[in-house]
């Protein structure tokens, strides 16, 4: 009885699952714009090593990506295409320890967020979400 997916309830935990992702993006985007700035951010992306263009690439991903997820606008591939993002945030806390309350951040935070992107895309758009047509590259075709 415990054991099996509750196909009554699990529309709605991922859309609650999509929602916070989506929001969680949104306000790591709007904290690189509006706490940080953009040329802040780029010259942090600089400092670390990363070339100054990515810091673009990462808030147009998580503004974009957290849009969508909040839609639930194709969740699957955008769920997908942010994990380089956040594979990017976990190597950058990688050396500060596992603990994200640890100076510089620990690298627990972007794991989790990392394997909850994962999650997502294992389950799909959820309850509440926009009816948009699947791009032909992604259609299959039945045996």
């Known amino acids: 009885m415990y054991d099996t997916i509750d196909a009554r309830t699990a529309p709605y935990a991922a859309l609650l699952l999509r929602v916070t992702l989506g929001i969680a993006f949104l306000a790591h985007a709007g904290l690189k714009i509006f706490v940080f700035t953009i040329p ?48 990017g ?13 640890a100076q510089g951040g620990g690298w627990e935070f972007p794991a989790m967020w990392t394997a909850l992107l994962f999650v997502q895309a294992g389950l799909g758009n959820g309850a509440f979400a926009l009816k948009l047509p699947v791009p032909s590259a992604f259609k299959t075709t039945a045996a």
């Open 40 to 87: 802040g951010t780029v010259g942090y992306f600089e400092s670390i090593g990363y070339p100054g263009f990515f810091a673009y690439l990462v808030i147009l991903a998580e503004l974009g990506g957290g849009l969508a997820l909040i839609a639930g606008a194709y969740t699957r591939l955008i769920s997908l295409l942010l994990v380089p993002v956040m594979i």
């Open 89 to 101: 945030a976990l190597l950058q806390h990688t050396a500060n320890g596992w603990v994200f309350s």
